[in-house]
T-cell receptor, first 115, second 111 residues
Framework: NAGVTQTPKFQVLKTGQSMTLQCAQD?????MYWYRQDPGMGLRLIYY???????DKGEVPNGYNVSRLNKREFSLRLESAAPSQTSVYFC??????????????FGSGTRLTVV | LAKTTQPISMDSYEGQEVNITCSHN???????ITWYQQFPSQGPRFIIQ???TKVTNEVASLFIPADRKSSTLSLPRVSLSDTAVYYC????????????FGKGTMLLVSP
């Protein structure tokens, strides 16, 4: 099925460890996004990539880095995890950021716990 | 982008029609309105989008008055499976933009 695939689905890290969250889409979308969602909160944009080769900061980029590896893949890296980064991370894609009539397609999320 | 305000929660019963209203008083000419649905442990899912008047699809209807300062998502004859968080968002047609999600409205449908 076409869509956005995120790996892993669950992860527990110790404070200070690093890890990379992977995201891939097979819809030939140009734009990709990383959001985090904390309990009782809406989603907050971490980073986005308007097109292959470009990345930009969102609302809460501190502590994260991203790589748009190719048109399909957009990864999120935590260099030194902190308990404040405990959250559910969602990757999304859209055909473009201009007039996204079909909206964003989201992955199923990665639940990350930092202890 | 215009800020949106919607109720934190709503309750309904199966078979009823549910209307969730969102206010966006500062909506600009180039802005459109989008609604997403999120089930527990899942990512949000696009439901419907519109600019003015009424839009209907197989899932919901979106009513937007002439002044566009508010919009109403209408879910006909809800079922238990419609229990979810519903987000109202405003995006712009003018250039590249990203979507900003608020806290949404938690809809609880009871038997």
């Amino acid at each position: 099925n076409a869509g956005v695939t995120q790996t892993p689905k669950f992860q527990v890290l110790k404070t200070g460890q690093s890890m990379t969250l992977q995201c891939a889409q097979d819809m030939n979308h140009n734009s990709m996004y990383w959001y985090r969602q904390d309990p009782g909160m809406g989603l907050r944009l971490i980073y986005y990539s308007a097109s292959e080769g470009t990345t930009d900061k969102g609302e809460v980029p501190n502590g994260y880095n991203v790589s748009r590896l190719n048109k399909r893949e957009f990864s999120l890296r935590l260099e030194s995890a902190a308990p404040s980064q405990t959250s559910v991370y969602f990757c999304a894609s859209s055909e473009s950021g201009n007039l996204p009539l079909d909206g964003y397609t989201f992955g199923s999320g990665t639940r990350l716990t930092v202890v | 982008l215009a800020k949106t305000t919607q109720p934190i929660s709503m309750d309904s019963y199966e078979g009823q029609e549910v209307n969730i209203t969102c206010s966006h008083n500062n909506i600009a000419t180039n802005d459109y309105i989008t609604w997403y649905q999120q089930f527990p442990s899942q990512g949000p899912r696009f439901i419907i989008q519109g600019y003015k008047t009424k839009v209907t699809n197989e899932v919901a209807s979106l009513f937007i008055p002439a002044d566009r300062k508010s919009s109403t998502l209408s879910l006909p004859r809800v079922s238990l499976s419609d229990t979810a968080v519903y987000y109202c968002l405003v995006g712009t047609y003018s250039g590249y933009s990203t979507l900003t999600f608020g806290k949404g409205t938690m809809l609880l449908v009871s038997p």
